[in-house]
């Protein structure tokens, strides 16, 4: 299999939820061996839903309607078709090929047990190991994520340990297995500033010693900026704009990563007045036939919300989803109380 396949493939992926209530439109997108991706976007937006499918974790009303998960293979492994897998083609790829943290570490831990029993059960149900070579494995994960005394770290339990430590612990289950790809869903969210930053830095580092690919997901642009190659941005349950994260900071191409960057601080403490979106975003299921974003938005039009629009390919791995991408650059992307109203008065005109 060639090196160069991605380690991930999402086509064409529809999630619905409850009652046929479609969550995650039509989402498509790839990640390369080693390559960090940031998935950002507002609560609602449809990230953690497609993170779940990827993973296999759709919450018990929840379906993948149509669209293809892969898994790419390289070296010894072979690539793995994820959607309507088997439950034992999931035993076989979570925890050895896929790993993933979330935000609320100590959900996660058993709290009856040491984190080292658990990190230890990890290796030997996932990795094979014998007892001792388990135990010994996991003192050394724990000291290779930062986790000062790992022997006594060993021996505690879940409420023994911070919020920063249990995340690192997560995190050593997590990569104990030398996975593909880790997903981290908000893993940093319920963290103090300090301590988001070292397991940021944590997760560089692992990606880099590892050759670990990454996706992070976050509402913050400013944890994407510090930490991925790449960002995906989502709204309304759609992809609206992708490309280098550099650029995509740089030259937002989208109304709403235009929005986003109004209301982020990247890279600078200076105090200034909060700024707000204004307006909500679709509710899960909502039909709209066009631009999702378009009654929140200052340049809508009738363009925009007469029929579908397509995630455009910019060329030079950017691509937005706009008909009017060549006009929004300058001034405020985000309407004003009246014109949310006009837009709104133009969605119903096409409905």
Not at 33 to 52: A, I
Not at 107 to 127: D, F, I, W
Not at 305 to 325: E, H, I, K, Q, Y
Request: hydrophobic share 40%.
């Amino acid at each position: 299999m060639p090196e160069s396949r991605p380690v991930l493939e999402v086509s064409d992926l529809q999630v619905s939820v409850g009652d046929h209530l479609v969550a995650v439109h039509d989402v498509s997108f790839a990640i390369g061996r080693g390559e960090s991706v940031g998935l950002v976007g507002e609560s609602g937006s449809g990230k953690t839903l497609t993170c779940r499918a990827v993973l296999g974790l759709l919450p018990a009303t929840g379906e993948v309607d149509h669209g293809r998960i892969v898994l790419g293979g390289g070296e010894d492994r072979e690539a793995v078709e994820l959607t309507g897998a088997a439950r034992a083609t999931w035993n076989q790829v979570r925890g050895t090929r896929l790993g993933a943290v979330f935000q609320d570490s100590a959900s996660y831990l058993n709290p009856s047990l040491t984190v080292g029993h658990q990190l230890a059960e990890q290796l030997r149900v996932k990795g094979g190991l014998a007892r001792g070579a388990a135990r010994a494995r996991a003192v050394e994960l724990f000291a290779e994520v930062g986790l000062h005394d790992p022997a006594s770290v060993f021996h505690q339990y879940p409420h023994q340990l911070s919020g920063g430590m249990q995340q690192r612990v997560l995190i050593a289950i997590a990569i104990s297995c030398e996975p593909e790809l880790l997903i981290a869903d908000e893993a940093t969210t319920a963290l103090d500033v300090v301590i988001q930053a070292e397991i940021l830095a944590l997760l560089r580092r692992l990606r880099e010693t590892h050759g670990l690919s990454l996706l992070l997901v976050t509402h913050d642009l400013a944890v994407v900026a510090e930490t991925c190659q790449r960002i995906l941005v989502m709204y309304g349950g759609q992809v609206v704009e992708s490309g280098t994260t550099e650029e995509v900071l740089a030259r937002p191409k989208h109304p709403y990563t235009q929005a986003l960057m109004g209301v982020a601080t990247i890279g600078t403490w200076e105090r200034r007045a909060l700024e707000v979106i204004p307006g909500q975003p679709p509710a899960a299921g909502e039909e709209m036939p066009g631009c999702r974003f378009a009654p929140r938005c200052r340049w809508a039009t009738e363009a925009c919300v007469s029929g579908p629009v397509p995630l455009a390919d910019l060329g030079a791995g950017r691509a937005a989803r706009c008909v009017r991408v060549d006009d929004v650059l300058d001034g405020p992307a985000t309407a004003t109380a009246q014109e949310i109203e006009h837009a709104t008065e133009l969605e119903g005109a096409t409905t």
